[in-house]
T-cell receptor, first 114, second 113 residues
Framework: AQKVTQAQTEISVVEKEDVTLDCVYE???????LFWYKQPPSGELVFLIR??????QNEISGRYSWNFQKSTSSFNFTITASQVVDSAVYFC???????????FGQGTRLTINP | EPEVTQTPSHQVTQMGQEVILRCVPI?????FYWYRQILGQKVEFLVS????????KSEIFDDQFSVERPDGSNFTLKIRSTKLEDSAMYFC???????????FGDGTRLSIL
């Protein structure tokens, strides 16, 4: 069975601090996909990144970076030099091979204070 | 960039009434989904639809729910007799190719009174 755990329910930091959001997943498939979505206060779901199970290369996009480690079944997300606009709920999600459903974690509410 | 469109953005309905939530997926996509998010909680899968039939459904998707793709462009979710606990944000998503990110609509906020 698929499962995604985001143990951090809420994080609050001061602007310009770095912050890491944790994501741990469970799956029996060898082929799967991991995603991060952002949900700002307006409510929509904004896609941030996708990783497949065969690509453990870390990725950096501007102030965002992702660390995928199969050995620990983790796919963590780091925001460097956080900004107030980064305040949102962030969801990690897992999809097994094929056009399968997304299984979401509980989400982490990130608040960046000025 | 093409996007998934959902209407209405907010629906208020009396308990026991039927409600239809509408979605227009991205035109060349083949896989369609409905998800639900109760206020303050995580996003939960309801149903997936491919090749004009349901490919998977969750325990939430009971006999009160149905989906349809009536005309090749719209994708609808019907709740036959709404309950208070159906109040939630409902997201439609579509997917062009397995493994790619699902594209989400902005959601319909359903309020049952």
């Amino acid at each position: 069975a698929q499962k995604v755990t985001q143990a951090q329910t809420e994080i609050s930091v001061v602007e310009k601090e770095d912050v890491t959001l944790d994501c741990v997943y469970e799956t029996r498939d060898t082929t799967y996909y991991l995603f991060w979505y952002k949900q700002p206060p307006s409510g929509e779901l904004v896609f941030l990144i996708r990783r497949n199970s065969f690509d453990e290369q870390n990725e950096i996009s501007g102030r965002y970076s992702w660390n995928f480690q199969k050995s620990t079944s983790s796919f963590n997300f780091t925001i460097t030099a956080s900004q107030v606009v980064d305040s949102a709920v962030y969801f990690c999600a897992l999809s097994e091979a094929g056009a399968q459903k997304l299984v979401f974690g509980q989400g982490t509410r990130l608040t960046i204070n000025p | 960039e093409p996007e998934v469109t959902q209407t209405p953005s907010h629906q208020v309905t009396q308990m026991g009434q039927e409600v239809i939530l509408r979605c227009v997926p991205i035109s060349n996509h083949l896989y369609f989904y409905w998800y639900r998010q109760i206020l303050g909680q995580k996003v939960e899968f309801l149903v997936s639809f491919y090749n004009n039939e349901i490919s998977e459904k969750s325990e939430i998707f009971d006999d009160q729910f149905s989906v349809e793709r009536p005309d090749g462009s719209n994708f609808t979710l019907k709740i036959r007799s709404t309950k208070l606990e159906d109040s939630a944000m409902y997201f439609c998503a579509s997917l062009g190719q397995a493994g790619q990110p699902q594209h989400f609509g902005d959601g319909t906020r359903l309020s049952i009174l």
